[in-house]
């Protein structure tokens, strides 16, 4: 018969100290990061695994990985975690007026697309709750969702998300960006393969974005030169304006600094051009109110 495990023996430190330790793989890296010993580290994952009755660390000369209880402990660990500073953030807010606190992540499409707009009209209809943003790529945003760090995450539509609900927030059309005098803005349309012929400005090749286009031009059998890489689309745009190289940017995004710059955009074959950004969370029910509004007002503003 077993006993019942007392949760008063459970602290805070430790179960940080756990989950820092499986995702370095090392026990050294874990104890640095809370400034203590790593034998003090060490005891205190020894006494977790002693009322526990099972092994959580499998030890060995290249670090520590966690035994199939340890994944399981953590996964638990990290819920108890977010949920904590998720309780935190609740009574500062209420400390400070707030009735109600947002924690979201977004890429960079859904910052220098939608995502403004959404969050002015958002912040007049709930004046008091306090947004918390965070600009992240679509596959770090599926991580802090799952593990809580984020309620909600604005992802590409390419991006896994497995054991995440979604819902579509926006589409956009994805179109070559080039000068008015390139061999490309001659025509009415362009192939991904001919784009691919030439030098690519664009973003950090982990985006989504980034993946997408990679991915139709490897259909093709051609493998993208991107010759450099920038932090958002209107640097992308003011490379393409000197010359340097030519981009595939969403349409409603960059219009406003393509016309400013007097640039050409051209409309794509030979790729899915038609590109769906989503909000991804882990459980649409159990989303906290601001949360729940920001989700519907997003689907009633979605033009699909």
Known sequence: MSVPI?????????????VATVESGSLTLGAERFGISVAAASRRISELETHLGTTLLSRGKKGVLATPSGLTFMRHAIDIIAGLEHLSIAMQDFQQGAVGHLKLWANTS???GFLPALLAEYTKAYPSVRLDLEDALSADIVRAVARGNAELGIIGDNTPAEGLETVRCDTDELVLITRPDHPLARHSEARIEDVAAYDLIGLDRATSLMRHIAAAADAVGRVLTLRVQVRGFDEVCRMI?????????????????????????TSLTGIRSKRHLLLAMKNRLALSDPAKALVEMAEKTNIT
């Open 6 to 18: 007392n949760l008063s023996r459970f602290d805070l430190i430790s179960l940080r100290l756990f």
């Open 110 to 112: 859904a910052f220098t």
């Open 241 to 265: 304006d000197v010359g340097i190289g030519i981009g595939v940017l969403p349409r409603k995004s960059v219009t406003p600094i393509v016309k400013s710059l007097g640039l050409r955009m």
